[in-house]
């Protein structure tokens, strides 16, 4: 049985995530979705709220399961009994820094392989930091997430443009 895990921040998941999800799930025997607790970076939702945006989103993958981790992303593959990590691959830059991390890994544990998978044509432009510049500015993201996170995504927002007092 071969359990590969898919680390990511996931702030929020998008369906380019989801396709890389589905993809991994019909290719491993078990599929752990790791959603980074402590990203270096800003994070619009807690870490729990992004780890039930992703359950609720991959409700239809039966071998899957979603959980939160931090520390070294390795360690965790090796706490989970995890032979591969996923990753997903949009452009050229995600390339060069996905492979930085891959070397790192190899060297700190050679028995874990990395698997990428190159992003399908219609997810490609998709990444979390512009999804939320489009949608804090009004635009329709309905076709870019699931619509529980887009109602997620608008209810922030909405949230955030409230004065301290207002309601």
């Not at 997903?88 to 995600?94: A, E, I, K, V, Y």
Request: neutral net charge; hydrophobic residues 45%.
């Amino acid at each position: 049985m071969t359990r590969a895990i898919y680390p990511g921040s996931f702030d929020p998941v998008t369906n380019g995530h989801l396709d890389i999800a589905d993809r991994a799930a019909a290719l491993f025997d078990e599929l752990i979705i790791c959603v980074y607790d402590v990203p270096q970076k800003h994070l619009m939702f807690t870490t729990k709220e992004r780890v039930e945006l992703m359950r609720k989103a991959v409700t239809h993958l039966q071998n899957a399961q979603v959980v939160p981790y931090t520390g070294l992303t390795i360690g965790f593959a090796r706490e989970m009994n995890a032979r591969v990590i996923v990753r997903g691959l949009r452009m050229t830059s995600d390339f060069e820094r996905e492979f930085e991390m891959a070397l790192m890994n190899k060297k700190l544990a050679p028995d874990i392989e990395l698997v990428c998978f190159m992003t399908s044509l219609e997810y490609q432009f998709i990444s979390s930091s512009l999804l939320k510049e489009a949608c804090e500015l009004g635009g329709d993201i309905s076709n870019l997430v699931p619509n529980h996170v887009a109602d997620a995504l608008v209810k922030k927002f909405s949230l955030a443009k409230k004065k301290p007092g207002q309601q």
